[in-house]
């Protein structure tokens, strides 16, 4: 299974609402680690070296900080980008089909946009 990162500004109600139907889910949220008004750079790098997958709603800056790192041939753990217009269900639907189907460093150097359909 898949480590998930939220990032500060992801919605809580779909990380609540995926420890609710995976208990054993893991996924911690940056201002659990420490990384409270981190910059998107910051959070990258440590999600690197925790092998963790970042979930988001930035499509505008993260995206563009994800993909200059692939493109430095530095580590980019994958980063699942979540559209704020889908419903809270669907995204929890589709984060915890990636995170239970993946395997390991699958989604490394990529970005993946939800929702899935």
Known sequence: ML??????????DIVRGLRRREPTLDVVRVQDVGL???????????????????LTHDVTTFTRYAYERVR?????PGVFEVSRAV?????????????????ENEWEGQVRYLPLR
Do not use: K, Q, Y
Request: include cysteine.
């Open 36 to 54: 409270s008004g981190a910059d998107d750079p910051t959070i990258l790098e440590w999600a690197a070296h925790a092998g963790r997958v970042i």
């Open 72 to 76: 430095a041939s530095m580590p980019m």
């Open 87 to 103: 419903s809270i269900g669907h995204a929890i639907e589709d984060i915890l089909l990636l995170a239970e189907c993946s395997l």
């Open 3 to 12: 480590h998930l990162v939220a990032d500060e500004n992801f919605s809580g």
